[in-house]
């Protein structure tokens, strides 16, 4: 089942008080950090207590991933350290290439986890954003890819706006790339922690554009982007239309549904049910049809 990510908040792996309030913030994923976060200095002093965290805290819920370090640059390491704790997913930055991919899942074989492990290519720069397909599509173990819009930015020479304009090239090539896949594609923080009203519009644009969730830096910002995510009592209400719509249309032998006299295709049905699931897993009441 596809694991439910409205929201993935960052945890920096070199602060104690912070992996500790992890299970409590609500978030459906935390990232326990060992790459931006931590000083170079003390990334083993991360290592051990990330792991110790995953074996030690119950997150419930939440799903526990963990963003080690480049892969050139001490994420093979990371992985040997943090894998025998049981990390639920392993998040993979400055990932540029298929090859990236395939170094992360032949090493977390080679660890031998105790259960399955996620891979999630993380997305930042234009070289990646150019093989995103071939990135999303590289192994079984990848079931999302995210984007890096702050790094993105900086790589193609752009300026980090609040309108998004210079990253709007780059979310629609990485949606287009996962959902070709057949993955999720979850987006970049926003990163003004005092803009409610603004991570709100932005939160709403791109799930517009097909994302299916994006992190958050800051408790806070886990609310608003759990409540733009969640199907609106009228989405759900249409989800409902549609799939009974679908189903006389299939007992009747016809190749069409109507929904308030529009013709309703494969993809809108399948919108239709992703949203009734989403809405199930989160515990929200589905409406009657009305049709």
Same mark, same amino acid.
């Given at each position: 089942m596809?694991?439910l990510r409205r929201?993935?908040?960052?945890?920096?792996?070199?602060?104690p008080?912070?992996l $500790?309030?992890g299970? *409590?913030?609500?978030?459906?994923?935390?990232i326990?950090d060992?790459?931006?976060s931590?000083?170079?200095?003390?990334?083993d002093?991360?290592?051990i207590?990330?792991?110790r965290?995953?074996?030690?805290?119950d997150?419930?819920?939440s799903?526990?991933m963990?963003?080690?370090?480049?892969? *050139?640059?001490?994420?093979l390491?990371?992985?040997?350290? &943090?894998? #025998?704790?049981g990390? #639920?997913? +392993?998040?993979?930055?400055k990932?540029?290439?298929?090859e990236d991919?395939?170094?992360?899942?032949?090493?977390?074989r080679d660890n031998?986890?105790q259960?399955?492990?996620a891979?999630?290519p993380m997305i930042?720069?234009?070289?990646? %954003?150019?093989?995103?397909?071939? +990135?999303a599509s590289?192994?079984?173990?990848?079931?999302?890819?995210?984007?890096?819009g702050?790094?993105f930015t =900086?790589?193609i020479?752009?300026?980090?706006?609040k309108s998004?304009?210079? %990253?709007?090239?780059?979310?629609?090539m990485l949606?287009?790339?996962?959902?070709?896949?057949?993955i $999720?594609?979850?987006?970049?923080?926003f990163?003004?922690?005092?803009?409610d009203?603004?991570?709100?519009?932005?939160?709403q644009?791109?799930?517009?554009?097909g994302?299916d969730?994006?992190?958050?830096i *800051?408790?806070? =910002? &886990?609310e608003i982007? *759990?409540?733009?995510f969640?199907?609106? $009592?009228k989405?759900?209400q249409y989800?409902?239309?549609?799939?009974?719509?679908?189903?006389?249309?299939?007992?009747?032998g016809s190749?069409?549904a109507?929904v308030?006299?529009?013709?309703? #295709?494969?993809?809108?049905?399948q919108?239709?049910?992703k949203?009734i699931?989403?809405?199930?897993?989160i515990d929200?009441?589905?409406?009657?049809?009305?049709?």
């Amino acid at each position: 089942m596809e694991r439910l990510r409205r929201s993935r908040i960052y945890l920096p792996g070199n602060r104690p008080r912070m992996l $500790q309030k992890g299970p *409590h913030l609500g978030a459906d994923a935390v990232i326990l950090d060992l790459e931006d976060s931590v000083s170079p200095d003390e990334k083993d002093a991360a290592r051990i207590l990330v792991a110790r965290a995953i074996k030690a805290l119950d997150y419930g819920d939440s799903e526990v991933m963990v963003r080690i370090n480049p892969i *050139h640059s001490g994420g093979l390491t990371d992985l040997t350290m &943090i894998l #025998d704790s049981g990390p #639920d997913a +392993i998040v993979v930055p400055k990932c540029e290439t298929r090859e990236d991919v395939l170094i992360i899942e032949n090493a977390i074989r080679d660890n031998n986890p105790q259960k399955p492990v996620a891979i999630l290519p993380m997305i930042e720069t234009a070289k990646g %954003i150019l093989n995103a397909y071939e +990135i999303a599509s590289a192994s079984k173990m990848v079931d999302a890819v995210t984007f890096g819009g702050e790094d993105f930015t =900086q790589d193609i020479g752009a300026t980090r706006t609040k309108s998004g304009k210079e %990253i709007f090239m780059g979310r629609n090539m990485l949606v287009i790339a996962a959902k070709a896949a057949g993955i $999720q594609a979850l987006d970049t923080v926003f990163t003004d922690i005092s803009d409610d009203e603004g991570l709100r519009k932005d939160t709403q644009e791109i799930k517009e554009m097909g994302f299916d969730g994006r992190a958050a830096i *800051h408790p806070a =910002q &886990i609310e608003i982007i *759990h409540d733009v995510f969640t199907p609106t $009592q009228k989405e759900l209400q249409y989800a409902v239309n549609v799939r009974l719509a679908a189903e006389r249309a299939r007992e009747d032998g016809s190749g069409v549904a109507v929904v308030k006299n529009k013709m309703i #295709d494969r993809p809108i049905i399948q919108r239709a049910d992703k949203i009734i699931h989403l809405a199930e897993r989160i515990d929200l009441p589905i409406p009657e049809p009305n049709i």
